[in-house]
């Protein structure tokens, strides 16, 4: 039995922990965009772990209709970090575009970051959370004057 226990021991200390991981700090989460509009997601990576980290790829989602852009990550993101390391500069990670018909609200997203100890892992290594509110596009305030003076201008028009 102590042989066992022995032998669990070192297999323990031999074989790569667990990841601790790589944390996606957005700069911003949130941003807000209108309907046709595209929205540029920006952060920093941390490597938590105290081991060189490969980064291989990533897989995001969104609502339904959304368009998302992942290759700002895939072109901008360091192929490998060192331990206990972070990206000191923030750098584009993903685009989305909101579709022309997306109604006012919030809409959730997530990214998860796939490596690991090899260069060839696809282990979820990071996942983090991102927002988009989509507000109406309402016209500017010169707008709706020249709508309102041209309404006033076919009104008195017809009068004549």
Do not use: H
């Not at 109406?136 to 709508?147: L, N, R, S, V, Y």
């Amino acid at each position: 039995m102590k042989i066992l226990w022995i032998s669990l021991a070192c297999l323990m200390l031999a074989a790569p922990s667990a990841f601790a991981g790589i944390v996606l700090n957005f700069t911003q989460s949130t941003l807000i965009g209108t309907p046709g509009s595209t929205v540029k997601f920006f952060g920093t990576l941390a490597n938590t772990d105290p081991f060189v980290t490969f980064i291989n790829s990533d897989s995001a989602n969104i609502g339904s209709g959304f368009t998302l852009n992942d290759s700002p990550f895939l072109i901008n993101a360091p192929l490998t970090m060192n331990g206990n390391t972070t990206t000191l500069l923030a750098f584009e990670i993903i685009d989305v575009t909101i579709p022309s018909f997306a109604a006012p609200g919030s809409y959730n997203g997530s990214i998860a970051i796939l490596g690991g100890p090899a260069a060839n892992s696809q282990n979820v290594i990071g996942q983090s959370t991102f927002r988009v509110q989509v507000n109406a596009i309402t016209p500017e305030p010169a707008t709706m004057g020249m709508f309102l003076f041209g309404g006033l201008a076919v009104l008195l028009g017809r009068r004549k």
